[in-house]
């Protein structure tokens, strides 16, 4: 254990550390945040309107679409979901080269990061739509709802705090994906914890990167339960 | 006038096919508040679901006005819905909008002008008595109050039809009281035609003209709820009519053919008191097993279950001496035994299922 701290922790490392963590980290978490931040919001833009074509276009759904396009994209969702982010990243470095140029730097990990979370929050909003009261859709179809205004009228806006909960599990998740953009020379806490604490062998600096990505994600976490929270107006007494 | 022909439905289920409907003839006159009753499995909501084809009739024709609407484009068919409108049983309000905003909601999907919208809603919410509660969301309103923002929402696109789907089975007997005056009078103010789905007889009672008794998918017995309720003759309207006297018998353990049904009418409540000048004139005192009566402008409607003691003379005695009442009936009560078994039966028959 001594052997340990004296070769990980010792005060030339720690100094080493104390640099680090005032000259790069601010950097890298901002750099952390936007990677974050923009992943999420691509992979909702996709994962949003096929959550709801999961729900709307089933068997049983208010616009039934063919079996073969549903059993389609189920078994794709399926598919990108049971990849492992790293092999991704690999796999898909031609199409990111061939979207942004190049296949590395923030853009390198951002393209993957969202291939790899749409089909998770896809089925997410999948989850929240499902849970609505069925008795709700009849009485849109019931008024003359064509599929649309269910939707937009009526879908969405019941769900809304439950979607904002699937969305804060999605943000909170996709953190901790961009760790791995480091493997493609990303910025960020990732990979300034495998750069310089797990090359130089200086743990000082991977504890500093835990600690900020903790903070981050109790953060976001507190934010989006508040949010789910206030936005419900199922809750009596408000 | 909404007519239905020969109507049937049948599902397919996983143990096969279940028909719903059989062959139902109904024919509803604008301006009826038309009850619709039937135990729980009779196919009534089914039944109120083909009215506005949320389910499609397996056989047979619904027309509103001559309009086959089973052969509505899907347009027409939306637009359809926004004449003949519906409130629910668990009253189906949007959680997450308040009560301006649910009542909006049919005019958003006609896209009417926002600002017309909203005034459309407020004088609704004053027509329903909710004028305080614009901006309180539906968690924070009572169930009465909750059934009339959707009673609101219903009327919003001045229908032709309200479809009311067991409105009232979920409210208390006084807030369902308050229901049932605000549907009559919103059939007899904005003369909407209203259909009453219910299992309970007092729902029909209080508001329906007409009365259509619905048992296993076909209707046994139709007409004028006055009718119908002095004089019923299919099996299960009776056992509708009367679920209390059959309950008394048993506690009375009175042999059956000891028995006389009293029906009521529209005789004169003041006149007599028949039952005490019974017992003064003939020297006969009946036990009342169970009654079943209301007094509408001063004439009594309803029935009246007695057992007669003393043997068969007795009874024809009795007998005689109350049918001289005017607007009285009585029958010798001899099926009865045979309606306890059947339900004895439908009983067992519902606990081992």
């Known amino acids: 254990m001594a052997e340990y701290f004296a070769r990980y922790f010792n005060d030339k490392k720690m100094a080493d550390a104390w640099v680090l963590i005032q000259e790069d980290f601010l950097s890298a978490t901002w750099s952390t945040l936007y990677i974050t931040l923009m992943s999420t919001l691509f992979a909702i833009l996709i994962g949003l309107p096929l959550g709801i074509l999961l729900v709307t276009g089933d068997d049983k759904g208010i616009h039934p679409l063919p079996r073969g396009l549903m059993t389609f994209l189920n078994w794709l969702i399926n598919l990108l979901r049971s990849a492992p982010f790293i092999i991704l990243i690999v796999l898909l470095m031609p199409f990111t080269r061939m979207m942004l140029g190049s296949a590395v730097g923030d853009g390198g990990v951002i393209v993957p990061l969202v291939i790899a979370a749409f089909p998770f929050v896809a089925r997410l909003v999948e989850g929240s739509l499902r849970e609505l009261n069925p008795n709700i859709i009849e009485m849109a179809q019931s008024s ?24 804060t599990t999605a943000i909170t998740t996709i953190l901790g994906y961009t760790a791995m953009s480091g493997a493609v020379g990303g910025g960020g806490l990732g990979n300034l914890a495998i750069a310089q604490g797990q090359q130089r062998s200086n743990h000082a600096v991977l504890l500093a990167a835990l600690i900020i990505l903790v903070i981050l994600v109790q953060i976001l976490q507190t934010f989006g339960t508040w949010l789910a929270k206030k936005s419900d107006k199922r809750l009596k007494n408000r | 006038m909404i007519e239905i022909c020969n109507l049937s439905k049948s599902f397919t289920t996983a143990g096969g096919t279940v028909d719903a409907l059989r062959n139902v003839n109904l024919t509803i006159r604008d301006g009826d508040v038309y009850g619709i009753i039937g135990m729980s499995g009779a196919g009534k909501s089914t039944l109120v679901r083909c009215i506005n084809m949320l389910e499609r009739p397996t056989e047979g024709t619904v027309l509103l006005d001559g309009v086959n609407l089973g052969t509505l484009s899907k347009k027409k068919m939306q637009e359809m819905r926004h004449h003949v409108t519906m409130i629910f049983q668990s009253f189906n309000l949007l959680m997450q909008r308040n009560c301006l905003q649910n009542i909006m909601l049919p005019l958003k999907l006609i896209h009417m002008p926002k600002d017309q919208a909203q005034k459309r809603a407020e004088e609704l919410l004053n027509t329903v008595g909710m004028s305080d509660k614009a901006k309180a969301y539906p968690a924070q309103l009572s169930g009465g109050q909750q059934q009339r923002i959707a009673i609101a929402r219903a009327l919003a696109t001045d229908p032709r039809v309200l479809l009311c789907d067991e409105a ?11 229901i049932l005056s605000l549907i009559r009078e919103i059939n007899q103010k904005l003369g909407i ?26 209707v046994v017995e139709e007409g004028d709820v006055s009718e119908v309720f002095s004089n019923p003759q299919a099996r299960a309207t009776k056992r509708l009519v009367y679920p209390d006297m059959a309950a008394g018998m048993d506690s009375f353990g009175a042999p059956h053919q000891q028995m006389i049904r009293l029906v009521f009418q529209g005789a004169e409540a003041a006149a007599k008191p028949l039952i005490a000048s019974m017992a003064i004139d003939c020297r006969i005192a009946a036990n009342i097993l169970s009654a079943a009566t ?35 009936r009585v029958q010798i009560e001899s099926e009865y035994a045979g309606l306890q078994e059947e339900k004895r039966q439908a009983q067992s028959g519902e606990a081992t299922a």
């Open chain 2, 168 to 178: 009232t089975s979920a409210l208390d007997p006084k807030t369902t009281q308050d």
């Open chain 2, 294 to 328: 209301r007094t509408l402008d001063g004439k009594v409607y309803g029935t009246m279950l007695l057992n007669i003691p003393g043997g068969p003379e007795q009874l024809a005695k009795a007998a005689q001496y109350l049918s001289q009442t005017p607007d009285v």
């Open chain 2, 193 to 218: 035609t209203v259909i009453v789905i219910t299992h309970q007889m007092s729902v029909v009672q209080e508001i329906c003209n007409r009365v259509a008794i619905l048992e296993n998918g076909s």
């Open chain 1, 144 to 167: 003359g709802a064509n599929t649309w205004q269910t939707v937009f009228h009526v879908m969405l806006p019941e769900s809304v705090p439950s979607l904002i909960t699937a969305f």
